[in-house]
């Protein structure tokens, strides 16, 4: 049961690859707030494959349809409640998976939650395809918080080897913002773009796959959100994070770099500037004792590389309880990471709106 | 408000460092169970101040007192309630942290959420003391799961610049475990303890503080544990260590170093060994699709360097609202790295117990 | 914000009476359980409106699509979507409630509360036709406990002043139980049904309505769910009661009658039974200390008199800010007594489930 | 589990009547306010036993001591835990109780629950002296609530068969309130008294104890706070009010009268007095759609009377399984009434300030 994120502003998950539609629900959206459908589609099109060469060929017709709490494009303080009907899915590929659990992947682990009872098809509960009722919420979040003056971005940071600079974690351009936000290949050093394709491309070559970093900035968080203890602002973005499928690490400001500094360098010395508490560097995040102190909120999230690789893989067979291999047909991502990048920021909205 | 966790066993906590005591209220504990007292009092000690020459020189009288819960050492069901009351407190120390907020400290942040009514005095409710009910809650909870056969054990991983050996993910000896819960400088090798100590009294020795990383691994946890999307174990097990002052990421299995893999390094294959599905590797750290897999949940947890520190600082004077200077004074510890594994580990436990 | 309810096993209803759709998602379905889902079709034509000659004369096609969840009538374990299109809609009807609230309606409070907003649309989101998803929530959840020889039904208890038996609540009948089940006005003495017939009629031939009590009792409950405080089973119960619109008032076993009793009469004593520890009485409701006692657990619901009618009502033009007269037009029932005893029937089986 | 109430603000009760202590932790109150420490332990003084003759004879040194959260009376935005420490017990009292189950008391349901280890002194955990924390939080709640212009008063509405007279629900006096307020024996009509001091004692007399209804009113609550569905105000309160020992009922408004009634008399038509909306009557009890209207929220909770009665009684022995006799010794209220009207006022201030 981790259906539904959130206390002030509730979002519920449902759906399976391939049943009959996946969707969300979101309670708490504040009435008479009017929202642009153009831009949540948007958001929804960075996220959908078959957009861009490095993602799968497959085609989703990822449009939501809102069935309630929107009226003429305007929230009605009811639930709103958005379907993406499921179609364009080839079960035929998936038949051995539930003896067979592919590496890496949640099926063994599953199968044992679940007693095999478990949609497998197309990865069921737990396929990537899930994430796109997720940035539906998020593209209605953000635009609530935008409202009020605070943007989400995030770019690559990395994928296997080809790393993109870093955000400067005291000032933030609104300009890099606008661009990072409509890309579906954010970078920041957009020259790096070739070289990370590259990458991508060697990896699927190989019928293999690469993972990446996305790092995440919010910015126009006023100081004074979030918490002490278990409602501080990381845990609450951090349980939003881990809630995307292949995220395995999460880090606030320096994160782990900053356990090899000393408390001199990781220390963020405050100045005034224009009447204003600024901090001079950001190793903290913009978070301090789990409270937002007015800086950009920065963070990054490890995306491990996708699980679903064509090369032939040791497994076990479940029914014969022996070893066993595998090789995994259909269409998969090489790296998902590009496709990743909305989601992160969806995640990040959801879990932002739920501070403020 | 996030002074409570959980949802099938939570925990509250609650106090203020010079207030008139600190505690937890722990509600969801097995009527019935026989907890022993010493070795929860074990347990706090370790992460109690004073016991080590790398740590303060205040001396802690953390004897929790059960005001409830408990009858001749079992629990009865009913919410267990300790408390700790606060001596030795020295509130002279503290008088101009209000106006001038410590870099790295919660000051800033929480005089804008408080408005300035919070209590100052030794970090008020964002003093690391806090996290001596949190190990309290832990030390009973990990009683509960030992009894289910989970172990629980953390170690330092690095101080600054010098590490420790890694677990081994695949298999963890019991005899190191036990080895580990009762050190109070715990390490997997021990001859790096030198090293480590050396760091810290050069951080000591230059007005400084150091940082570093925390690896906790969890045994005997069986698979089918956790869940898709937002009730993952991940994000379970992140929201209790992000908890904990200090932490500022958080990395499961392999973790940030999985976003340089590709799949085929990355991907755990499965094997059938004495008739059960174990994986050759680890490098999920235990969990697939946010379940459970049976093989030992290990992750990292990096402590920056404690704020605290003497030398002289850049800050700003808040009532002038100009910039200033400010030393802090005080006695604290240059690194709180080894006092905090037994944190760690408790935060563990009790994301652990709900899970199961 | 209360769209969801629940802790172990969550429901999410959503929707508005003339938006896209309506529906629900249940999170936390034990997977590999078989769903017959005529049963839930059965219970939901219960409710149902223009099924019999005391309703309203509107057609609603109620057929739920489930959208995940479950996979050839077996849960899956993932979250549970099920979606009722709206059809057949006048939306015409309503057309000046938005500044003439209906006396007795949401109309005002939500005005105030959404800012006009909300979609008035046959009551939007407050409409009764919200209870069909809860029923379709309930009769999954009922097959579960039936599972586990858990069995709930309720009936009309009164409707204005024709009063049904009431039941007996040391012991209840197998049989009657699924009479009720299957009714579509629910009595224990059938003979009343004319008498209360010609109760709702009246009031239809006035252009008024009537309201009614609906008693429910659920067996089989072991002995040792709910618990003290805030998570008592009259609590968790109620809270599920009161989500339903109209109920006004809950009380459990003798409930207000015991006010007036005392301790000697009102006390249920203990006896053993067959080996099974039973009590002579049931005054307390199967519930002593929040606990369940193994008795039969009974309760009782009251439903105000459906406010919209046909005569003549004062109300205020929130325009204007004066004085006005309303007269409700469209199709409504002259008493929603009867369709709500499934309703009250799965608001407890929701309830129940979430207790044990 | 059901110790911790709340949403927005939480409160956690822990204790158990013949353990260390009892108490309870408030986590959301807003920093900077300024508690009237006297107000409290006057509310307090009026929930207590032994300072009336129709009490128990009992002396509690109910005293509570704030441990954190409070700076010279001020709060500071951190958990508030107030500890009231348990003096004055007799646990010779109890002895024979856990294998002779009271009726009426929650021994038997916690014997199957807790299997016999929960603590039988006193009641323990599901003793009335557990409402002390809730008077305690109530009446720190309710400080905030006045300060925003909202007012609660509660009366005993009857014992037995001896009413008061009822409140009139749509004005309620601030002089009335005031009255109600610091009174240890809350009547409308002071003139009643003597009946039910009569009523009382005659119980006393017997041996025997009884019963009484509560009828409470909230003022100033401002329309527009609650919602539909499980978050309706109705649901809120009836949670909050099921988590006090002894209430069995709970009813808004007409409540249970109106289900006799015809909507007609039972909708309240609305009226612009002095350029706002109020209805001419309150039948609703100041909730529409689970929403406040502006009216005052009026509610009343049936209280069962006290199990513990010195007459013998028919019970079980659990260790024999054999029929067997009790006679409950002891000192205990022949009736609870009025010392449950300030836990009635607390729980209503602790539910309502969640609503706001």
Same mark, same amino acid.
């Given at each position: 049961?981790?259906?539904?994120?959130?206390?002030?502003?509730?979002?519920?998950?449902?759906?399976?690859?391939?049943?009959?539609?996946?969707?969300?629900?979101?309670?708490?959206?504040?009435?008479?707030?009017?929202? &642009?459908? &153009?831009?949540?589609?948007?958001?929804?099109?960075?996220?959908?494959?078959?957009?861009? $060469?490095?993602?799968?060929?497959?085609?989703?017709?990822?449009?939501?349809?809102?069935?309630?709490?929107?009226?003429? @494009? +305007?929230?009605?303080?009811?639930?709103?409640?958005?379907?993406?009907?499921?179609?364009?899915?080839?079960?035929?590929?998936?038949?051995?998976?539930?003896?067979?659990?592919?590496?890496?992947?949640? @099926?063994?682990?599953?199968?044992? $939650?679940?007693?095999?009872? /478990?949609?497998?098809?197309?990865?069921?509960?737990?396929?990537? !395809?899930?994430?796109?009722?997720?940035?539906?919420?998020?593209?209605?979040?953000?635009?609530?918080?935008?409202?009020?003056?605070?943007?989400?971005?995030?770019?690559?940071?990395?994928?296997?080897?080809?790393? &993109?600079?870093?955000?400067?974690?005291?000032?933030?351009?609104?300009?890099?913002?606008?661009?990072?936000?409509?890309?579906?290949?954010?970078?920041? &050093?957009?020259? !790096?773009?070739?070289?990370?394709?590259?990458?991508?491309?060697?990896?699927?070559?190989?019928? @293999?796959? #690469?993972?990446?970093?996305?790092?995440?900035?919010?910015?126009?968080?006023?100081?004074?959100?979030?918490?002490?203890?278990?409602?501080?602002?990381?845990?609450?973005?951090?349980?939003?994070?881990?809630?995307?499928?292949?995220?395995?690490? #999460?880090?606030?400001?320096?994160?782990?770099?900053?356990?090899?500094?000393?408390?001199?360098?990781? /220390?963020?010395?405050?100045? #005034?500037?224009?009447?204003?508490?600024? +901090?001079?560097? /950001?190793?903290?995040?913009?978070?301090?004792?789990?409270?937002?102190?007015?800086?950009? #909120?920065?963070?990054?999230?490890?995306?491990?590389?996708?699980?679903?690789?064509?090369?032939?893989?040791?497994?076990?067979?479940?029914?014969?309880?022996?070893?066993?291999?595998?090789?995994? $047909?259909? !269409?998969?991502?090489?790296?998902?990471?590009?496709?990743?990048?909305?989601?992160?920021?969806?995640?990040?909205?959801?879990?932002?709106?739920?501070?403020?």
């Amino acid at each position: 049961m981790g259906a539904t994120f959130g206390d002030k502003l509730k979002i519920t998950v449902f759906g399976e690859s391939h049943g009959g539609g996946i969707g969300v629900v979101i309670d708490g959206l504040p009435a008479g707030f009017k929202i &642009d459908t &153009d831009k949540v589609l948007a958001q929804m099109a960075r996220r959908a494959p078959g957009r861009d $060469k490095t993602a799968t060929p497959r085609k989703e017709s990822d449009l939501p349809r809102v069935l309630s709490g929107m009226l003429d @494009d +305007t929230l009605t303080g009811a639930p709103l409640c958005a379907v993406i009907e499921n179609t364009n899915t080839r079960s035929g590929d998936y038949g051995s998976l539930l003896t067979h659990p592919r590496p890496g992947h949640s @099926d063994y682990a599953a199968f044992v $939650k679940y007693g095999g009872a /478990n949609d497998i098809r197309g990865g069921g509960h737990f396929s990537g !395809r899930l994430t796109a009722p997720i940035v539906f919420a998020g593209a209605v979040c953000r635009q609530i918080l935008e409202s009020r003056g605070i943007a989400i971005a995030a770019h690559i940071q990395s994928v296997g080897s080809v790393s &993109d600079e870093l955000f400067d974690p005291v000032s933030i351009d609104g300009e890099l913002i606008r661009r990072l936000n409509s890309s579906s290949f954010a970078l920041i &050093d957009e020259s !790096r773009e070739d070289d990370m394709r590259r990458e991508i491309e060697s990896a699927r070559f190989d019928g @293999d796959s #690469v993972g990446g970093v996305i790092e995440c900035a919010v910015t126009g968080v006023p100081a004074g959100f979030g918490g002490p203890l278990f409602g501080g602002a990381e845990g609450v973005i951090s349980q939003a994070l881990f809630g995307i499928p292949a995220v395995k690490g #999460v880090e606030f400001g320096a994160g782990f770099a900053s356990a090899a500094l000393r408390g001199s360098q990781n /220390n963020d010395p405050f100045r #005034v500037e224009n009447g204003r508490v600024v +901090t001079e560097t /950001n190793n903290c995040g913009g978070i301090l004792g789990g409270i937002t102190d007015g800086m950009p #909120v920065v963070f990054r999230a490890a995306i491990k590389p996708t699980p679903s690789i064509s090369q032939p893989q040791r497994t076990v067979d479940l029914e014969r309880m022996e070893n066993a291999e595998i090789a995994v $047909k259909g !269409r998969h991502d090489p790296c998902i990471v590009p496709r990743a990048v909305p989601v992160v920021e969806a995640a990040a909205a959801v879990a932002i709106i739920n501070l403020i």
